[in-house]
């Protein structure tokens, strides 16, 4: 796997574990599914945790771990279903602050509005990050400067940026 | 009319060079073509039976004349020398190159122009009445309403990924052109009964396609101010929940159809509750600032009536004719909107040369303060010509072969592009439509039959809106040949209906033959000036019936 963060290319230091056997055998930082979540937290050593959930997992079963757990990973069965970005959405509106990856085979076209949606990170397969290297994440990242939308995570949008135009006269 | 600020401009600017990216990185094999597909069809870019097609967006159907020469010009160097009006207000060139449209997107961004979102899975170009801004049953334009909504879903980073494609419309008007019942969601502008004060009925899940549905109202009233958060309630609801298992079972349509229209407005209630609206939401300045665009234009105080007119009528038939048929009252005192059709006998419904786009640019230029419309009908419309100035627009239509004087009869023909470019067509229907109209090519008869519509497609999926034409016909393949399926008392208005058939399918040459005899059957029992649709509507559906099995039978014979 292949983690891309704003930044750039970064290291993964979370370990994807899917079984109670691999949970109690693994060291270190690990990344659980939804369901492993109660049995990682008991058996807790220091570690950091994270969250694997499905792009349809309910916020307010994710939300008792928002403060326990150091990241929740969103799954992105493919890069078209774009439920993962709603559900990030309702879990930054949740509270959630901790850190938020997109874990599946999204595009890079799509990081910029992952990132909007909150995300922070994608996790990719090998392949989409063979043929789409860093660079070109990060170009896309930053093609498109302005969006209309205000409320996400793209910088001001087009209408705060002409409200600032008028001399920031509040509605 | 609309321009583009400054934001706009690069707004558009960076997503032509984003999509010259995409496909230089689909030329390197970055992208796969299954990632590179959605991408290309984000931008209007489809892969025909014969060439790429491109859809290009024309906002709520509103045109300036110096965007149709623009689009004159294009035609010439990059297609055939002509584009095709669809039925969603928008225009597609059907020969264009993969190489070449980066080109052509940039020339497009020259004159406030794209391609976004005229397909794929996301929040498609918004529609709107053509009578926008003219028609004197508005409660308000509904353009500065759409611009908005055109801006908002423009790269929505999270709506770009929805189960499946969502068409919005909105209507100003009691008289419902817009058809936002079949819609994945209708907007429709109304005063509150007790306040007076502007907001929109919100009607969700019409569609039509392979299970077609009338919407069902889902807020009676929204305070336009609300307008955007309410919008991302209703897109998160269907981004999170419509199915995405089967793609004939995508549309919202399903989702509300499936947990029933009361679970649907909970669900969006619960979220818009959640949702914080004062962020989501447009400043009342910046709706001020689009709406200020579409002020009317600066016309004369003229008399209602005009007494040239009148005089130039009584002289001409033709004129009288053209006028009788394709005016469309205004709602300035002097004025009169022209339809423009797209229909002449033979001709392919929608098709226009670049001879023509030109001819009628200037037109528009002169006669209706350089603004057009084009209809969801595949029609153009001039939205503010003076009545004194009708004799001389008809001559210079007439020399441009563009003064076809048919508009809502039964030759005004809806159809899809079909078997000749669609690769997913199951039958033609452009020849289908020039057969029908060749029937009835007798002006006469055509306004003594009146008002009739016709609407074709070449497959379930129903581009063509077959489902509700007055009379519908829906081609699909039988036995390796072409099967046309016959409905009856489909309505696109605020009398929603979808049509029902009439019997089984039949021949492509048995067609204009079965129209006849559907037509005869009305014009015998018609009852003082009743239109098509209202005979249908009274007398029913059983002697129409009766008469197409006749026709079936003869053709047995
Ligand atoms: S109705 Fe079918 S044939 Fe006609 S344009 Fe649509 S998909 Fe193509």
């Known amino acids: 796997?292949?983690?891309?963060?704003?930044?750039?290319?970064?290291?993964?230091?979370?370990?994807?574990?899917?079984?109670?056997?691999?949970?109690?055998?693994?060291?270190?930082?690990?990344?659980?599914?939804?369901?492993?979540?109660?049995?990682?937290?008991?058996?807790?050593?220091?570690?950091?945790?994270?969250?694997?959930?499905?792009?349809?997992?309910?916020?307010?079963?994710?939300?008792?771990?928002?403060?326990k757990v150091e990241l929740i990973a969103i799954a992105f069965p493919s890069f078209s279903d774009g439920r993962g970005l709603s559900l990030a959405r309702k879990l930054r509106r949740a509270g959630f602050t901790g850190r938020l990856r997109a874990s599946g085979p999204v595009i890079a076209d799509q990081f910029a509005d992952c990132l909007a949606c909150g995300f922070d990170e994608v996790d990719l397969p090998e392949g989409v990050a063979a043929r789409q290297p860093m660079e070109q994440w990060l170009k896309a990242r930053s093609t498109v400067t302005s969006h209309y939308q205000t409320g996400y995570a793209h910088g001001a949008s087009i209408l705060e940026q002409r409200r600032a135009g008028r001399g920031g006269a509040s509605s | 009319m609309y321009r583009y600020d400054e934001f706009d401009a690069r707004f558009v600017r960076e997503r032509v060079a984003e999509f010259a990216g995409q496909v230089a990185r689909r030329l390197d094999g970055s992208l796969t073509e299954d990632e590179f597909k959605p991408?290309?069809?984000?931008?209007?870019?489809?892969?025909?039976?014969?060439?790429?097609?491109?859809?290009?967006?024309?906002?709520?159907?509103?045109?300036?004349?110096?965007?149709?020469?623009?689009?004159?010009?294009?035609?010439?160097?990059?297609?055939?020398?002509?584009?095709?009006?669809?039925?969603?207000?928008?225009?597609?060139?059907?020969?264009?190159?993969?190489?070449?449209?980066?080109?052509?997107?940039?020339?497009?961004?020259?004159?406030?122009?794209?391609?976004?979102?005229?397909?794929?899975?996301?929040?498609?170009?918004?529609?709107?009445?053509?009578?926008?801004?003219?028609?004197?049953?508005?409660?308000?334009?509904?353009?500065?309403?759409?611009?908005?909504i055109r801006q908002w879903s423009s790269l929505h980073p999270e709506f770009g990924w929805l189960p499946r494609k969502f068409k919005v419309a909105v209507t100003g008007a009691e008289h419902d052109r817009a058809a936002i019942k079949v819609h994945d969601l209708g907007l429709k502008l109304k005063r509150h009964p007790d306040t007076g004060e502007i907001g929109y009925e919100v009607v969700v899940g019409g569609g039509l396609g392979r299970?077609?549905?009338?919407?069902?109202?889902?807020?009676?009233?929204?305070?336009?101010?609300?307008?955007?958060?309410?919008?991302?309630?209703?897109?998160?609801?269907?981004?999170?929940?419509?199915r995405r298992d089967n793609k004939f079972k995508a549309r919202v349509k399903i989702l509300v159809h499936e947990i029933g229209a009361e679970e649907f407005v909970r669900r969006v209630e619960e979220e818009y509750a959640k949702l914080d609206g004062p962020t989501v939401n447009a400043p009342v300045e910046e709706v001020e600032r689009i709406a200020a665009y579409f002020a009317p234009p600066a016309y004369e105080a003229l008399p209602s009536v005009s007494i040239l007119l009148d005089q130039a009528r009584a002289a001409a038939p033709a004129l009288d004719a053209f006028v009788r048929q394709n005016a469309f009252p205004h709602r300035q005192p002097g004025y009169v909107a022209l339809t423009v059709s797209l229909k002449p006998v033979g001709g392919v419904p929608g098709d226009m040369t670049a001879d023509e786009m030109r001819a009628f640019a200037d037109i528009a230029e002169r006669y209706s303060f350089d603004e057009l419309r084009v209809t969801h009908a595949q029609n153009l419309v001039l939205p503010h010509v003076r009545q004194d100035e009708v004799p001389e627009v008809f001559a210079a239509l007439k020399a441009a072969g563009l003064a076809t004087a048919n508009a809502g009869l039964v030759t005004d023909i809806i159809a899809c592009p079909g078997l000749d470019y669609c690769a997913l067509a199951t039958?033609?229907?452009?020849?289908?439509?020039?057969?029908?109209?060749?029937?009835?090519?007798?002006?006469?008869?055509?306004?003594?039959?009146?008002?009739?519509?016709?609407?074709?497609s070449g497959c379930i999926n129903a581009c063509g809106h077959h489902h509700v034409g007055h009379i519908g016909?829906?081609?699909?393949?039988?036995?390796?040949?072409?099967?046309?399926?016959?409905?009856?008392?489909?309505?696109?208005?605020?009398?929603?209906a979808l049509g029902e058939r009439l019997g089984p399918g039949i021949d492509?040459?048995?067609?204009?033959?079965?129209?006849?005899a559907i037509v005869s059957t009305y014009l015998e029992r018609r009852q003082h000036g009743e239109a098509f649709i209202e005979t249908v509507r009274r007398a029913g559906l059983d002697p129409f019936k009766t008469a197409f099995a006749e026709v079936i039978r003869e053709a047995a014979e």
Request: with cysteine; aromatic share 6%.
């Open chain 1, 1 to 67: 796997m292949t983690l891309i963060t704003w930044n750039g290319q970064a290291q993964s230091q979370f370990l994807a574990v899917e079984t109670a056997e691999a949970l109690a055998a693994a060291e270190g930082p690990v990344i659980v599914p939804l369901a492993l979540a109660r049995a990682a937290l008991d058996g807790r050593r220091n570690a950091p945790l994270g969250l694997l959930v499905a792009n349809d997992a309910s916020p307010d079963d994710i939300a008792p771990f928002f403060d």
């Open chain 2, 39 to 148: 991408l290309r069809l984000k931008n209007g870019l489809y892969l025909q039976l014969h060439a790429y097609m491109l859809r290009i967006a024309v906002p709520y159907g509103t045109l300036s004349s110096r965007q149709l020469r623009q689009l004159a010009h294009i035609a010439e160097t990059y297609d055939k020398g002509y584009g095709h009006f669809t039925t969603r207000q928008n225009l597609q060139f059907n020969w264009p190159k993969l190489k070449d449209v980066p080109e052509i997107l940039g020339l497009l961004a020259d004159v406030e122009m794209h391609c976004i979102q005229t397909s794929g899975n996301c929040i498609r170009n918004v529609t709107a009445d053509q009578f926008a801004g003219v028609a004197a049953d508005e409660v308000e334009d509904p353009r500065p309403t759409a611009e908005l």
């Open chain 2, 211 to 242: 299970t077609p549905m009338i919407g069902k109202v889902i807020r009676d009233f929204l305070p336009r101010a609300e307008l955007l958060a309410y919008l991302e309630a209703v897109m998160r609801v269907y981004n999170s929940e419509g």
């Open chain 2, 427 to 456: 039958a033609r229907s452009i020849p289908i439509a020039q057969e029908i109209a060749r029937e009835f090519s007798d002006e006469a008869e055509q306004r003594d039959i009146g008002p009739l519509q016709i609407k074709i």
């Open chain 2, 473 to 496: 016909i829906l081609g699909l393949e039988k036995n390796g040949r072409e099967n046309y399926q016959i409905t009856l008392g489909g309505d696109a208005t605020e009398n929603a």
């Open chain 2, 508 to 516: 492509a040459e048995a067609v204009p033959g079965a129209i006849r």
